[in-house]
């Protein structure tokens, strides 16, 4: 007699193949997934990147500049306002600008005689005289509502250099003296 079953030919079953599609599935899952990650990680750190040199190259031709007396984002330092200056599009990012700048003051009245450095919005700045406070004077055109005395460019500067690439924001400070 013969039997009705083929002995010879063996397969798989349909639950193991089920089960090695759902394992291939998981398996190409979690490479994709982890190259997704891969692929952040490394957009993030050539935006880091690129920032980082941006803002270094902008501060390295601000050292460059001549020192301004009584200098301020918009009034001296209107960088980058000759041609062929660096600029937020060579340098390849959104924006760069001087975001503030200190000036240093010696405070004679501290009796240990040290001085710091005070934002220029807060204190003014001049020569010698008084000077019209920002915050105060919002029309320079007209004539001044209030003055407040100003402290003397005593000749050293922090500019605070800002730049933004997408959600990414940086800050530095660059040091300035008079010559």
Request: hydrophobic share 40%; aromatic share 4%.
């Amino acid at each position: 007699m013969r039997s009705s079953k083929n002995r010879g030919q063996s397969g798989f079953s349909l639950l193991e193949v089920l089960l090695a599609i759902a394992l291939s599935g998981i398996v190409v899952g979690a490479i994709a997934g982890a190259m997704l990650t891969l692929n952040k990680v490394t957009v993030g750190a050539a935006k880091r990147q690129k920032v980082t040199a941006a803002i270094t190259s902008f501060a390295e031709s601000i050292k460059g500049l001549d020192y301004v007396n009584c200098g301020a984002p918009g009034n001296g330092y209107d960088y980058p306002s000759s041609p062929g200056a660096l600029d937020a599009q060579s340098l390849g990012v959104d924006s760069i600008e001087i975001v503030s700048v200190d000036y240093w003051v010696n405070d004679v009245g501290d009796p240990s005689g040290e001085g710091e450095f005070v934002n220029s919005d807060t204190i003014g700045c001049s020569d010698g005289g008084t000077a019209v406070l920002a915050a105060v004077d919002p029309d320079p055109t007209s004539p001044p509502a209030t003055t407040a005395p100003a402290t003397v460019d005593e000749g050293a500067q922090l500019l605070t250099i800002e730049v933004r690439l997408d959600d990414l924001v940086r800050r530095t400070t660059v040091a300035k003296r008079r010559p």
